[in-house]
């Protein structure tokens, strides 16, 4: 990773001061990240996050809110609408240096403030909030007694976190503004909720608002045993691969491969999280494909292999039903359990078992016909009797010579993911 100071200018005209962390490669995207009320970019949360992401091939800015870390403006004169004006402008800075962000995150407060300000930006693709209140109001309860004094006296000064900060009484007027219900049935990006059962600042309820307040797409993923702060490493990792996952299939740059909308074509490609994760995509389906984690992967699907079995059960179950919806045999249920063996001793090396189980008030010989029938799957004679597969590099990178050719029988036992 590497980091490279990012200055731009803020709601209000100051300067605000923030670091854009770049992974080794050109990113595939870019993010901004809102850090916590009264936080800085500093913090362990915004770092460790975005130091992950990288990793993921994701430059992310984070940058100190007017007023706080190395920002100018005084954090006295801010408003929550400044801050959402802060992201905003954030994102502009961004794309007006050739790196617009696809993805805002924000964390506690930072989070509404990212749900504010996506509408605005039609740059933005994707939101992630971390343990954010539902409603910016919300901060009124971490001011406790000093929420009393400042309507009272028009200003305070509190205490937040260990550290003290002089807020107006036009912070609270600035809140009464926003209508978070609104703000998120708008939002029109797909949205990625994550919060602690345990959190203790903000607490998990809050998500649930924003879930039911949100259309889809929307995710909601639970991080359990982690504190509102992330203060654990292995929290905000967790947090960053999820984000990395989730993300990808809205932050893709590139136009999806030509068969991609060709009937009968399934399209395979990386998602950047982990080893080995893959997104399929078939029709409108989508489904995530990965190696265990023993093998170097997240153990977050189906592996390959996996996909081949399904495959033969899949077509053996809707074969079977096909057959006996001709024939009106009293089917219920259809149940096919496939494995899958490689042993270079047998011939032929690799192995099919297959378990069919039938439910319903069949006799004998139905039972006998259909597991016969079973043999006739398409995807089974495929596998049977071979097949031929044509490999060709896409126009984006012409290959140096013609489609190559392969025999499934022939390298039947050259080993494979």
Sequence with gaps: MRTEPFAFLGSEGQQLSGRLDLPEAPPRTYAVFAHCFTCTKASVAATR???????????????????LGDSEGAFADSTFSGSVRDVAA?????????????????????????????????????VTT????????????????????????????????GRPFHLRRAFFDDLAQHDAQAVIHDLRRALLILHSPIDKIVDVGNASQIFLAARHPKSFVSLDHADHLLTRA?????????????????????????SADQPGFVTVEETGAGGYQLEVRAGEATLIADEPVE??????????YDLLNAAL???????????????????????????????PAQT????????????????????????EIAEQCPVHRTLSGGARVTTAMDDAMPPAAGPMEHSLEAEADTGGA
Excluded at 49 to 67: E, S
Excluded at 295 to 304: D, K, V
Excluded at 315 to 343: E, F, N, S
């Design 49 to 67: 996050i975005a130091r992950a992401l990288t990793r993921k091939g994701i430059g992310v800015l984070r940058f100190d809110f007017t007023g």
């Design 348 to 371: 032929p090396p690799e192995q099919f078992s297959r378990d069919i189980r039938v439910t319903g008030p069949l006799d004998a010989a139905q039972r006998q016909r259909l597991l």
């Design 295 to 304: 093998a170097g992967g997240l153990g977050s699907g189906p592996t390959p």
């Design 90 to 126: 954030a994102a502009r800075a961004m794309t007006a240096a050739g790196r617009a962000p696809a993805l805002l995150i924000g964390h506690s407060l930072g989070g509404a403030a990212v749900l504010a300000a996506a509408g605005g930006l039609a740059e933005v693709k994707a």
């Design 234 to 258: 292995a929290d905000a990792d967790y947090a960053a691969e999820l984000i990395a996952a989730w993300a990808s299939r809205y932050l893709t740059a590139e136009e999806p491969v030509r």
């Design 313 to 343: 059960g899949a077509c053996t179950a809707i074969t079977l039903r096909m057959y006996a919806q001709r024939k009106a045999w009293p089917l219920d249920k259809v149940r096919v359990a496939v494995g899958h063996t490689r042993d």
């Design 130 to 161: 971390i343990g954010a209140p539902f409603s910016p109001d919300h901060v009124r309860a971490l001011l406790g007694d000093h929420a009393a004094e400042l309507e009272a006296k028009g200003e305070a000064e509190v205490n937040i976190g």
